[in-house]
Nanobody, 121 residues
Framework: QVQLEEAGGGLVQAGGSLRLSCAASERTFSTYAVGWFRQAPGKEREFVACINWRGGNPSYANSVKGRFTISRDKNTVYLQMNSLKPEDTAVYYC????????????????WGQGTRVTVSS
């Protein structure tokens, strides 16, 4: 299990931007596809975006398409979030998998602490 650490959350007004980061110390992290997920209060965790191990083939949930951009640089994966909406308020998590398709289900036993994003209206 790759140990991941999320950072970059905060409080922002609607329409604002934040950039989240997902970092790992293991060198093997560069061989994993990585996904971002979020869990809003009272809701289940949901898929947000993912990217393959080469930094290509990004995929997004319809709710964030056109506003969020996922990218990676060696052992860090970023989620640039623009035009934020109050409904984006959630704790954001990342996870990694050698099989990118598995990320869409988000069925993992291990999750990190996440980083909280709050968007005020």
């Amino acid at each position: 299990q790759v140990q991941l650490e999320e950072a970059g959350g905060g409080l922002v007004q609607a329409g604002g931007s934040l950039r989240l980061s997902c970092a790992a110390s293991e060198r093997t992290f560069s061989t994993y596809a990585v996904g971002w997920f979020r869990q809003a209060p009272g809701k289940e965790r949901e898929f947000v975006a993912c990217i393959n191990w080469r930094g290509g083939n990004p995929s997004y949930a319809n709710s964030v398409k056109g506003r969020f951009t996922i990218s990676r640089d060696k052992n860090t994966v970023y989620l640039q979030m623009n035009s934020l909406k109050p409904e984006d308020t959630a704790v954001y998590y990342c996870n990694a998998d050698v099989v990118m398709a598995n990320l869409f289900s988000g069925q993992y036993d291990y999750w990190g602490q996440g980083t909280r994003v709050t968007v005020s209206s």
